[in-house]
């Protein structure tokens, strides 16, 4: 399986920005699509974007769009997503996860084969 670690989440204020990351490992040779979700407390685990392995297609839920960048390096297989205007509705755990889906499946949970353990991101008013 595909080993994911997550970092960079903390404490931001409002307007603020962060980076986070995801490492991967393991075997990978069958992932064509790594995403970001968060998950709120009492609340289901929402999709943030993603971005095709290979053509580097990315795309995002449209509560971050313009606000939030997804990158990848291929060959440290590292995925990164940018946050800048964080806004307090923004505080959630962060995971990343890691696919064989491609196209309009990949916005779902249930299409990713593995996820990191997740990292915190809180945003203060």
């Known amino acids: 399986q595909v080993h994911l670690v997550e970092s960079g989440g903390g404490l931001v204020q409002a307007g603020g920005s962060l980076r986070l990351s995801c490492a991967a490992s393991?075997?990978?040779?069958?992932?064509?699509?790594m995403g970001w979700f968060r998950q709120a407390p009492g609340k289901e685990r929402q999709f943030v974007g993603g971005?095709?392995?290979?053509?580097?297609?990315?795309y995002y839920a449209g509560s971050v769009k313009g606000r939030f960048t997804i990158s990848r390096d291929n060959a440290k297989n590292t995925m990164y997503l940018q946050m800048n205007s964080l806004k307090p509705e923004d505080t959630a755990v962060y995971y990343c996860?890691?696919?064989?889906?491609?196209?309009?499946?990949?916005?779902?949970?249930?299409?990713?084969?593995?996820w990191g353990q997740g990292t915190q991101v809180t945003v203060s008013s």
């Open positions: 996860a890691a696919g064989s889906c491609l196209g309009l499946g990949c916005y779902s949970s249930r299409n990713y084969d593995s």
């Open positions: 393991g075997r990978t040779f069958s992932t064509y699509t």
């Open positions: 971005i095709a392995w290979l053509g580097g297609t990315t």
